[in-house]
């Protein structure tokens, strides 16, 4: 009597094919990159790579959360009521899927690019550049998240299923992509000049950050 549970339970299991497990994982591996940079790296660049004061890196993190805040139910309602559906042939959530993707291609990228008149207005023009493009990538963000996350009652009908899919993305994917992050950050040169206000793009460092990014965005 207790072994049929667990036939039933592998049979729900393999019902979800390890192709649709892959695709479905690769769909948000821009988002995992940039998260992984955003918790762990963005608060030391803005602080020790652009110079900024503590209160002026804490403005911006704060200002992608409540972006972030914002934005995740209003696109949850959107999709839910079948918004988008014009975007992409009918199809709203791979619509709303490439309206995030390039608003994070723009957004986050930018952040590591030079603060153009950044020296003429000061402080406040530091806020306004790079809270600009945060508020940008965030929204993004939060566009592809949640239109990637819908897509899951529609690949998997159990809740079995389901929690094995997500791990695909959650779990494996994303653990490669932070150590990654961790092991590109671990090997920058101690040496390298940190610019007040602007990192020019012939900077070493934002050479890698952009080509590194550049590769997940045409991954993806």
Aim: proline fraction near 4%; charged fraction near 15%; include cysteine.
């Amino acid at each position: 009597m207790k072994s049929a549970p667990s036939n039933d339970f592998h049979q729900e299991k393999s019902h979800v094919k390890l192709k649709i497990k892959i695709c479905y994982s690769v769909g948000h591996v821009l988002n995992d990159f940039c998260s992984s940079l955003w918790f762990t790296y963005l608060l030391v660049y803005f602080q020790y790579v652009l110079n900024m004061g503590s209160t002026q890196a804490g403005t911006l993190l704060l200002i992608g959360q409540i972006i972030d805040g914002l934005t995740t139910p209003l696109v949850g309602l959107g999709i839910g009521k079948g918004k988008g559906k014009a975007l992409c042939c009918g199809r709203p959530y791979k619509g709303w899927h490439i309206i995030g993707t390039i608003c994070t291609i723009l957004g986050f990228p930018a952040l590591f690019l030079p603060c153009f008149g950044c020296e003429k207005y000061g402080q406040w023009g530091i806020l306004l550049w790079y809270g600009t493009f945060v508020a940008l990538a965030q929204i993004g963000w939060a566009i592809v998240q949640i239109s990637h996350m819908a897509l899951i009652p529609i690949l998997a009908k159990t809740d079995n299923q389901r929690i094995e899919i997500s791990s695909y993305n959650r779990v494996k994917l994303t653990l490669a992509l932070s150590m990654n992050i961790f092991f590109m950050c671990a090997h920058y040169s101690a040496s390298e000049q940190l610019y007040p206000y602007a990192v020019p793009f012939a900077d070493a460092q934002s050479q890698r950050l952009c080509k590194k990014f550049a590769l997940v965005a045409i991954y993806k």
